[in-house]
């Protein structure tokens, strides 16, 4: 298997064991890395345990009281030195094939392109108008879908599954300084920058019911929170 020796792979875990064990399985048979960083801010002990099992050699931070998810990235970044970095989280299950190769085609063939998201546009929950929006982009061997026009604050920037380049890290700065990860994009957006989602998709999010999202939680209040 090929070890991808100009990327790193980073990823956010905790609470979620079950979910954090089938994601690195669908990721570990596909892919190799030249560095693996998590980040445990929840501070359990099994999901921990289950990415040592995976990546015995990867470097694991725990924070000794909780460090907030923004934090936590800044710390996950801070000292990288490969040009690529892949990031994810517990909670999504790889089932098509990680096309590195073409993700940075992707990324290098526009530079308003801040990175390319491996997440499947089946999973999203898009009505027809929706769909509508979307923007198609075929041509030079590659594929990808752009949704910023669905939103005008969404779309510039995304924590899930993606490929971005260390450089534009550099430029976003810390992450602590946003709130939350729509001012990320909202800024982004506003630079004239964009998310594009690989066409085809790798992988869809298998923790809507976990210790981190229960089920009986309140779907208005978090529709609301969505909005501000």
Same mark, same amino acid.
């Given at each position: ?35 693996v960083i998590a980040a445990n801010d929840f501070l359990d002990a099994e999901s921990s345990a289950v990415f040592k099992k ?26 990288? +030195?490969?040009?690529? @970095?892949?990031?994810?989280?517990? =909670?999504?299950?790889?089932? &098509?094939? /990680? *096309?590195?190769? $073409? ?26 108008? +929706?769909?509508?929006? @979307?923007?198609?982009?075929?041509? =030079?061997?590659?594929?990808? &879908?752009? /949704? *910023?026009?669905? $939103? ?29 990860e729509r001012h990320i994009s909202r800024k982004l957006r506003s630079q004239g920058n964009f998310v594009a989602f690989i ?30």
């Amino acid at each position: 298997m090929k070890i991808h020796q100009d990327l790193t792979m980073t990823l956010t875990i905790g609470g979620r064991q079950k979910e954090l064990e089938r994601s690195l399985g669908s990721i570990d048979c596909q892919a190799k890395f030249a560095r693996v960083i998590a980040a445990n801010d929840f501070l359990d002990a099994e999901s921990s345990a289950v990415f040592k099992k995976f990546y015995p050699e990867g470097d694991l931070i725990v924070p000794e009281k909780h460090q907030g998810h923004h934090a936590m990235m800044d710390a996950l970044y801070k000292d990288i +030195e490969t040009p690529y @970095i892949f990031h994810t989280e517990d =909670d999504w299950l790889f089932d &098509a094939p /990680l *096309d590195f190769q $073409h993700a940075k085609k992707i990324l290098e063939s526009d530079q308003k392109i801040i990175s390319v998201c491996f997440r499947k546009i089946s999973d999203f929950n898009f009505s027809r108008e +929706e769909e509508d929006k @979307i923007i198609f982009h075929h041509g =030079d061997g590659i594929s990808y &879908a752009r /949704l *910023d026009a669905l $939103h005008t604050q969404w779309h510039g920037y995304t924590f899930n599954p993606h490929l971005i380049r260390r450089s534009t890290l550099d430029e976003i700065g810390l992450f602590s300084f946003y709130k939350k990860e729509r001012h990320i994009s909202r800024k982004l957006r506003s630079q004239g920058n964009f998310v594009a989602f690989i066409n085809p998709g790798a992988c869809h999010h298998i923790g809507e019911i976990s210790v981190a999202n229960p089920p009986g939680q309140n779907k208005f209040k978090k529709f609301l929170r969505s909005l501000f």
